[in-house]
C-alpha cells in the first residue's frame, strides 16, 4: 500500500466523509498520481495550499501526500494549464507523484474535530451539536454541524476574548458585544465562516471566523456578542494541537512522520 493510501485510510477514520456537507463541498482524494513518489516518508498538513505552500511542500523530497484542509480543487477544471495557478499546482503534485487529500466539513463535523477543538479552548463547561449528524458512524455519534458551548459557570465576555486569544495563538479578535461587560452563558461555534449556521442560534455569543456586516448586526440585536477570529485562523491551530498526533501515531508504525506548514496563514492581517 502507498503512503497516500495510508495516510487516505487514516484520514477516512479521523474525518468519515458521511459527516461532510457534499451538498457544496469537495472532499476526499482530489489527486491521485499514477506514479506515486518513491521512498517518501512524509505526510504534509495545511489549511491552504497556496503556490508558496506547495513550493514549501515541494522543497522536501521525502513529501509523498499533501493533506489541505480546504480543498485546493473546489470548481471544475476544464484543462490543466501552467496558465492558471490551481492548474499549475495540480500538474506539479502529479508530476512529483505527491497525492492531496481534502477533509474539510468532515473535519469540521467529527468527533475531535475542529468545532471540537475550537470549544475546548473556551473553560469549563459542556458542548451539545447545533444539527446532529444523520446516521453518524459508529463512535461518531456525537458529530454533527457547529457547537453550542455551555460554562459551568457564566462567565466575562472579556475572559471568554482572552480565552479565545490564547487558545489560537492570536493578539487580537474583532468582537461586536450586544452589552457592556456582557455576561456569557452559551457560545455558539462554527469554524470558518460561521452565518448559515449560527444565525437560527440563540445564544450569548457566536464564536467564529467570518460573517457578514448584516448578520453581526442582527445578532447584536438579538442580544447576541460575536467574536470574529478570521476564517483560517479558526480552523490552523487543530493542525498542529490535534490531527498531526492523531495521523503521527496512526501512521508511526509505517515509519511515516506528519508535519505542519509553517507557511500557511491566514491572508489577512492587522497593520
Not at 64 to 70: D, E, F, K, N, Q
Not at 212 to 224: I, K, S
Not at 259 to 271: A, C, R
Request: aromatic residues 4%.
Amino acid at each position: 500500500m502507498s503512503l497516500f493510501s495510508k495516510v487516505v485510510r487514516c484520514m477516512r477514520t479521523i474525518a468519515p466523509l458521511e459527516l461532510a456537507d457534499t451538498t457544496w463541498d469537495n472532499v476526499g482524494i482530489l489527486v491521485e498520481p499514477p506514479f506515486p513518489a518513491t521512498h517518501s516518508n512524509k505526510v504534509f498538513l495545511t489549511i491552504d495550499l497556496t503556490p508558496q505552500v506547495l513550493d514549501e511542500a515541494l522543497s522536501d523530497p521525502s513529501i509523498g501526500a499533501i493533506v489541505a484542509y480546504h480543498p485546493p480543487i473546489f470548481r471544475a477544471m476544464k484543462r490543466l494549464t501552467q496558465d492558471d495557478v490551481k492548474q499549475s499546482m495540480v500538474t506539479k503534485a502529479i508530476a512529483r507523484g505527491i497525492g492531496i487529500y481534502s477533509p474539510h466539513t468532515a473535519c469540521d463535523n467529527c468527533v475531535d474535530g475542529v468545532n471540537d477543538w475550537l470549544a475546548s479552548g473556551l473553560g469549563k463547561g459542556n458542548v451539545q451539536t447545533i444539527i446532529p449528524a444523520q446516521a453518524p458512524p459508529e463512535g461518531q455519534e456525537q458529530a454533527g454541524t457547529g457547537r453550542v458551548f455551555t460554562y459551568d459557570t457564566p462567565t466575562p465576555i472579556s475572559t471568554v476574548i482572552e480565552n479565545v486569544k490564547k487558545h489560537i495563538g492570536l493578539p487580537y479578535l474583532r468582537v461586536a458585544e450586544a452589552s457592556k461587560d456582557h455576561v456569557i452563558q452559551t457560545v455558539a461555534i462554527c469554524a470558518g465562516s460561521g452565518s448559515s449556521v449560527l444565525n437560527p442560534v440563540k445564544a450569548d455569543l457566536f464564536l467564529t471566523g467570518e460573517m457578514g456586516h448584516h448578520d453581526v448586526l442582527a445578532a447584536v440585536a438579538q442580544g447576541t456578542s460575536v467574536i470574529l477570529c478570521e476564517h483560517s485562523n479558526t480552523e490552523r491551530g487543530y493542525l498542529s494541537a490535534v490531527l498531526k498526533d492523531k495521523l503521527q501515531s496512526m501512521l508511526q508504525q509505517d515509519g511515516i512522520q506528519v508535519v505542519v506548514s509553517q507557511v500557511d496563514k491566514d491572508p489577512l492581517v492587522i497593520q
